[in-house]
Structure formats: C-alpha cells, structure tokens
T-cell receptor, first 109, second 116 residues
Framework: GEDVEQSLFLSVREGDSSVINCTYT??????LYWYKQEPGAGLQLLTY?????DMKQDQRLTVLLNKKDKHLSLRIADTQTGDSAIYFC?????????FGTGTRLKVLA | GAGVSQTPSNKVTEKGKYVELRCDPI?????LYWYRQSLGQGPEFLIY????????DSGLPNDRFFAVRPEGSVSTLKIQRTERGDSAVYLC??????????????FGNGTRLTVT
C-alpha cells in the first residue's frame, strides 16, 4: 500500500544545517516532493526530484534520494528562524499525491 | 497571479447540518484536488478532478461527502449531516495537468471546519 513516514520533530540552532528524512513505500512513484506549511497557511512547494535522480540542489536546499531504500531527505543549509514550519514529503504516482505526517522544524535563535 | 482561493476560511456548524466549501483554482489548471488535514497529520486525499469529472473519489470517507466541478473550474465540496469527526482543515489544490512532471500542486490556505 501507499505510506509515507517522517519523524515528527526536529530542533536545530540558527545557522546549523537541518536534515529532514522521509521513507515511502510506492516504488512506482515518479516524483517526490517537499512542501512547507506555515501556521494557518496551505502547503507551499519547496522542491521536487524525479525518481531517476539521486540528488538535486536548489540554493540552500539539497534533496537526496535513495531509491533502493525508498528514502528521501531534505537538507536545509544555514537554517534560519524563518525556516521554522512543518515540512511534508509527498510521493506521486500517475496523478495522486500521498503526503507524510510532516516534520515540525523548530529553529532556535 | 492569483493563487488557489478557498472560501470560507473558517466555518463553524452544528452537528447534523449541511455545509459547502468552495475552491477557486488557478485559472487554466485542469486538475483539482481536495485533501483533508486533521490536527497533527498530513493532508489526506479525498477526490481528484480532471476537468469536470471526478476521476478518483476513492478518498471520500462515506456518502455524506460529495464534490462537484460543473464547469471545470470552481469546485464545491459538500458535506451532509455533519459529524464532530468531520472537523478538520479542508485543502484544495490545483495543477496545470495531473500527469505532467513539471506541474506541481498549488494549495489554497484551506477552510477550517469545526462541527460543534
């Protein structure tokens, strides 16, 4: 079945790197996404990676994909207080997106 | 340009009442999705429209839930005989197409439904 798992909480100091992890189960997923949700808002797309890629870098964000282990990670370099939010990974098959439970990132000043 | 708009932003209703939640997708987006997000959880798929038709409604919890998109743009999620367990944030999202690799989901801010 489809299931996406994430750890619930992560706390880092401002300026440090954050690494948020995700495991998924659907090996047919074509794309994997990272979304950010701030309080009272909808989800905002951060970045995505195609399933035949191992890594994608986008400014402070680095996505790593281990397709064999069905493991996805998001690294945020030089984490800022404005990065405090809930981060969701999502897998996509043909059209349906399945979201994880979200990781709440808290950045300490 | 304008993003996905959802109205109302908050809705409080009594148990047993009927509610309608509206979604205005980004203009030109043919794919429209409804998700439900309970406290502390990720978005849970409800229904997906491609154009006017519901291509996948497998996520609707039961027959009290229904959604329409009559002209392929605005969509309405309808909940009959609301129950306290329906309380959640209902999120709408749209994309240019559902299958294009470079066509990610754009979410609205959601409607927070509270059933008392």
């Amino acid at each position: 079945g489809e299931d996406v798992e994430q750890s619930l909480f992560l706390s880092v100091r401002e300026g440090d790197s954050s690494v948020i992890n995700c495991t998924y189960t659907d090996s047919s997923s074509t794309y994997l996404y990272w979304y950010k949700q701030e309080p009272g808002a909808g989800l905002q797309l951060l970045t995505y990676i195609f399933s035949n890629m191992d890594m994608k870098q986008d400014q402070r964000l680095t996505v790593l994909l281990n397709k064999k282990d069905k493991h996805l990670s998001l690294r945020i370099a030089d984490t800022q207080t404005g990065d405090s939010a809930i981060y969701f990974c999502a897998e996509k098959g043909t059209y349906k997106y399945i979201f994880g439970t979200g990781t709440r990132l808290k950045v300490l000043a | 340009g304008a993003g996905v708009s959802q109205t109302p932003s908050n809705k409080v209703t009594e148990k047993g009442k009927y509610v309608e939640l509206r979604c205005d997708p980004i203009s030109g987006h043919t794919a429209l999705y409804w998700y439900r997000q309970s406290l502390g959880q990720g978005p849970e798929f409800l229904i997906y429209f491609q154009g006017t038709g519901a291509a996948d409604d497998s996520g609707l919890p039961n027959d009290r839930f229904f959604a329409v998109r009559p002209e392929g743009s605005v969509s309405t999620l309808k909940i009959q005989r609301t129950e306290r367990g329906d309380s959640a944030v209902y999120l709408c999202a749209s994309s240019e197409t559902a299958t294009s690799p470079n066509s990610p989901l754009h979410f609205g801010n959601g409607t927070r439904l509270t059933v008392t």
